[in-house]
């Protein structure tokens, strides 16, 4: 069974950059699709982006040059950072396998 | 980018009830191979967020025969017959049809 469980601090200073680890079990990330949603507060979510199984990614064009999406097949593992924060990116970020499989989500507040 | 409408913030039933959650696409989500790229999400506080039906009306392994997606073109209903305790939750739909994917508002199914 694939798990998957977000990481990473819980408060970021704007202007800085957001970074998340998702640590994958269960599955080789070297298969399927990863992506990266969000959860803002009021409930909206937003798909954010994926790393596919060669290493080619797909971003949501509302986040720009902001967002990179990245992995460690060594580890299982794949990455999330936005950089040039602001109080509308604190939301409560999800990893997931393909859009079928998801993390349990990490509350990332974005305050001075 | 598509955007998916779920009229209903909120709704509210009875254990033993049916009830209907229903997502309007601003175009047909139906692509050259038949099929519907729509989906449909259940979201419980402390729980993973758990894919429930995909292509409308595929339920996912293990998901009970009580979830019921129908729907096509840009109409699209979830239906939960016999509403369990354990179905209170928010509902989502989802298009992967066209990049950026994107969300439907929510619907928070709500005991009377």
């Known amino acids: 069974e694939v798990q998957l469980q977000e990481s990473g601090p819980g408060l970021v200073k704007p202007s800085q950059s957001l970074s998340l680890t998702c640590s994958v079990t269960g599955y080789s990330i070297t298969s399927n699709y990863w992506g990266w949603i969000r959860k803002f507060p009021g409930n909206k979510m937003e798909w954010m982006g994926y790393i596919s199984y060669s290493g080619s990614t797909s971003y949501n064009p509302s986040l720009k040059s902001r967002i990179s999406i990245t992995r460690d097949t060594s580890k299982n593992q794949f990455f999330l950072q936005l950089n040039s924060v602001t109080t509308e990116d604190t939301a409560t970020y999800y990893c997931?396998?393909?859009?079928?499989?998801w993390g349990q989500g990490a509350s990332v507040t974005v305050s001075s | 980018q598509i955007t998916l409408t779920q009229q209903a913030e909120s709704l509210w039933v009875s254990p033993g009830e049916k009830v209907s959650i229903t997502c309007r696409a601003s175009?047909?989500?139906?692509?050259?191979?038949?099929?519907?790229?729509l989906s449909w999400y259940q979201q419980r506080p402390g729980q993973t967020t758990k894919a429930l039906i995909y292509h409308a009306s595929i339920r996912t392994d293990g998901v009970p025969t009580r979830f019921i997606g129908s729907g096509s073109g840009t109409e699209f209903t979830l239906s939960i017959e016999d509403v369990q305790p354990e179905d209170i939750a928010l509902y989502y739909c989802?298009?992967?049809?066209?990049?950026?994917?994107?969300f439907g508002g929510g619907t928070k199914l709500e005991l009377k």
């Open positions: 989802l298009q992967t049809l066209k990049k950026p994917w994107t």
């Open positions: 175009q047909s989500l139906l692509y050259t191979d038949g099929k519907h790229y």
């Open positions: 997931a396998k393909g859009m079928d499989a």
